[in-house]
């Protein structure tokens, strides 16, 4: 039987922690930052924590 691949673009989206969680870049900041405040793109910083509700899709979508 074949390996299940995974989704190629999952893989370069999430990282997964030792303990299990999946972590993920926050969205917006990548580009049109002239119009946000420093204080909005100071928040966008960091990684944070997949939802909870999302979390079994993605784990799919990995192949774990």
Known sequence: MPKNKAHSGM?????ITGS???LTE???KRHLLEH????????LTGT???AAVD??????????
Do not use: D
């Open 11 to 15: 893989k370069k989206r999430v990282k």
């Open 20 to 22: 299990g969680k999946l």
């Open 26 to 28: 926050r969205a917006g």
């Open 36 to 43: 946000k405040s420093s204080k909005h793109t100071r928040r």
């Open 48 to 50: 944070q924590e997949i």
């Open 55 to 64: 979390v079994p899709r993605v784990k799919r979508m990995l192949g774990r």
